[in-house]
């Protein structure tokens, strides 16, 4: 059987088993070197204050958050796009 892509869709090369991820939207369990890989940064204080403190010269601190997706959800809220065969390899 062809396959779609030479890596199957995962990177990293010939490493064997990779670590297990839980996904960020659905948790189900991924490798984690075929999840795809957000940061989120989040901050307690509402956006529009904090526009405006930081206007006034205010550091609010935010919290950096790793999210893993697994490629139907990234594809479902967009984070990926489905791409023709020549354009998969770039990016
Ligand atoms: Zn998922």
């Known amino acids: 059987m062809p396959k779609k892509r030479k890596s199957g869709g995962r990177s990293g090369g010939k490493r064997g088993r990779?670590?297990?991820?839980?996904?960020h939207a659905c948790g189900a369990l991924i490798p984690a070197d075929k999840?795809?890989?957000?940061?989120?940064?989040?901050?307690?204080?509402?956006?529009?204050?904090?526009?405006?403190?930081q206007s006034e010269g205010a550091h609010i601190p935010r919290q950096k958050k790793i999210a893993y997706y697994c490629v139907s959800c990234a594809i479902?809220?967009?984070?990926?796009?489905?791409?023709q065969k020549d354009q998969r390899k770039s990016n």
Do not use: F, Q, W
Not at 18 to 23: D, I, N, Q
Not at 43 to 48: F, G, N
Not at 76 to 83: D, L
């Open 18 to 23: 990779a670590t297990m991820k839980h996904c």
């Open 76 to 83: 479902h809220r967009g984070r990926t796009n489905i791409r």
């Open 35 to 53: 999840a795809k890989k957000y940061t989120i940064y989040s901050s307690p204080v509402d956006y529009r204050l904090a526009k405006e403190l």
